[in-house]
């Protein structure tokens, strides 16, 4: 919950929580197809675009 709160504030946090504990998920599955279709290249630069926007 710790790490939730610190990358997502706490509303937020609350409200990813509520919503795993609302519905039946398969966690495994759902992270499996999180980035479907998403290409390394673009993954990467996304993230990368993301790091630098946070404040340091």
Do not use: C, I
């Amino acid at each position: 919950m710790e790490t939730l709160t610190d990358h997502l504030g706490m509303v937020e946090a609350e409200r990813f929580v509520t919503l795993l504990l609302r519905e039946p998920l398969d966690y495994t599955k759902w992270r499996q197809d999180l980035f479907k279709g998403v290409s390394l290249e673009n993954f990467l630069k996304d993230a990368m675009n993301h790091r630098e926007s946070m404040p340091k």
